[in-house]
């Protein structure tokens, strides 16, 4: 099967606006929305579903690698090297810093998506996802994720499928993992 090439959004390399450097994230939302983490650019850029720039937003970001729209419009972000989960109000306010625990590694990257009043984090250098509460940040659980003698080596990218079904790439295993919190 192949595809076809629609269209692509984003009008080249720079630091205009609708320019991007180094791309790294990007989601949609409720809104109809691509929400684009702009690491090199220290932004997230939001373009309608036809490619034409709404808004930039996340001023003080710094190199934003992950980006999650939550159902209520708000925008999760996270950025490399953070130690927290970044929550914009939909027009790009700072509402809230949600503080991670870090691991030793200084390098951490942190993935994030919204799993309807709580958010999943992935952290690849602890080898863990913990789900937070979107409001406070508390960590409700910490799935480890051990099945036999396998356990997650660097939980990456992930994707919230309802409230508690998360798909998870794990990098280094070259796969995906369905992963489901116990109750």
Same mark, same amino acid.
């Not at 870090?102 to 993935?111: C, D, K, L, P, V």
């Not at 409001?135 to 051990?146: F, H, I, Y």
């Given at each position: 099967?192949?595809?076809?090439?629609?269209?692509?959004i984003g009008n080249g390399t720079g630091v205009e606006a609708g320019e991007m450097q180094g791309p790294c994230g990007v989601a949609t939302s409720r809104r109809n929305?691509?929400?684009?983490?702009?690491?090199?650019n220290h932004r997230v850029q939001v373009f309608t579903l036809d490619g034409n720039l709404k808004r930039i937003m996340g001023e003080g970001l710094r190199y934003p690698i992950c980006v999650a729209a939550r159902k209520s419009g708000e925008v999760l972000v996270t950025e490399r090297g953070g130690?927290?989960?970044? !929550? #914009?109000?939909?027009?790009?306010?700072? /509402?809230? $810093?949600?503080? =991670?625990?870090?691991?030793?590694?200084?390098?951490?990257?942190?993935?994030?998506?919204a799993m309807g009043e709580r958010i999943a984090v992935s952290d690849a250098a602890s080898h863990v996802v913990r !789900? #937070?509460?979107?409001?406070?940040?508390? /960590?409700? $659980?910490?799935? =480890?994720?051990?099945?036999?003698?396998t356990s997650l080596i660097s939980p990456n990218a992930l994707a919230a499928y309802d409230d508690s079904l998360i798909a998870l790439?794990?990098?280094a295993r070259h796969s995906i993992v369905f992963v489901q919190e116990e109750k």
């Open positions: 099967m192949e595809g076809r090439w629609l269209y692509h929305e691509v929400l684009v983490a702009d690491c090199g130690s927290s989960v970044k !929550v #914009l109000s939909p027009d790009g306010r700072l /509402v809230a $810093s949600l503080p =991670l625990a870090a691991s030793r590694q200084t390098r951490n990257e942190f993935h994030v998506c !789900v #937070l509460d979107a409001g406070s940040g508390e /960590v409700l $659980s910490q799935l =480890l994720l051990q099945h036999h003698d790439a794990d990098h």
